[in-house]
């Protein structure tokens, strides 16, 4: 079955560019049902949607990241990635990658989440 | 786009239903036609639970259900079980394209 896999540092420094990949497994990226998306957690806190893409390219953002965000997608390397500059200790978090239906515009499979720590 | 308003907390005993509520603005919640719901365990991603509103994916236990009333959406969840001790978000896509989340709400099983 599908599986999504988050990779990148744990650790960045604080005004450096946070890096992430997700990887897919078990189905394409390239499929037309379906966009990508980034979700990110900061510790004991709640769910904060970053943005996502489809696999032309098109993207949508959180307002209040749109300024530091981008989203780009790998068809052949079947992988999405996320880039997040001028990070601060508020960017701690841990960082999921996650699965959205097109019709439905829900997150139906997620990824294992991977802590993002900001720190020098 | 602001979050939706959920309780910060619920309990319930064991066999006993809870609901949890979210509210937001007609325009975060489209309409009130996207929103989903979701579990998290402890150290553990998130789970789809309920989507559009009343609907459950494959493999989610029947004791699980969603509703709408005015502005309001609802989870509940009958039969308490303490495995169903978790954390619960709502989620709507909004009519900007954009998604927006809930608080989340501690489910305390008694």
């Known amino acids: 079955q599908v599986q999504l896999q988050e990779s990148g540092p744990g650790l960045v420094k604080p005004s450096q560019t946070l890096s992430l990949t997700c990887s897919v497994s078990g189905g394409s990226i390239s499929s037309n049902d379906y966009y990508w998306g980034w979700i990110r957690q900061h510790p004991g806190k709640g769910l904060e949607w970053i943005g996502y893409i489809y696999y032309s390219g098109s993207t949508y953002y959180n307002p209040s990241l749109k300024s530091r965000v981008i989203i780009s997608v790998d068809t052949s390397k079947n992988q999405f990635s996320l880039k997040l500059s001028s990070v601060t200790a508020a960017d701690t978090a841990v960082y999921y990658c996650a699965r959205v239906t097109v019709i439905h515009w829900y997150f139906d499979l997620w990824g294992r989440g991977t802590l993002v720590t900001v720190s020098s | 786009q602001s979050a939706l308003t959920q309780p910060a907390s619920v309990s319930g005993s064991p066999g006993q239903s809870i609901t949890i509520s979210c509210t937001g603005s007609?325009?975060?919640?489209?309409?009130?036609?996207?929103v989903s719901w979701y579990q998290q365990h402890p150290g553990k991603a998130p789970k789809l639970m309920i989507y559009d509103v009343i609907n459950r994916p494959s493999g989610v236990s029947n004791r699980f259900s969603g509703s709408k009333s005015g502005n309001t959406v609802s989870l509940t969840i009958s039969g308490l079980q303490a495995e169903d001790e978790a954390d619960y978000y709502c989620s709507s896509y909004t009519s900007s394209s954009t998604w927006v989340f809930g608080g989340g709400t501690k489910l305390t099983v008694l």
């Open positions: 007609s325009s975060d919640m489209s309409g009130y036609n996207y």
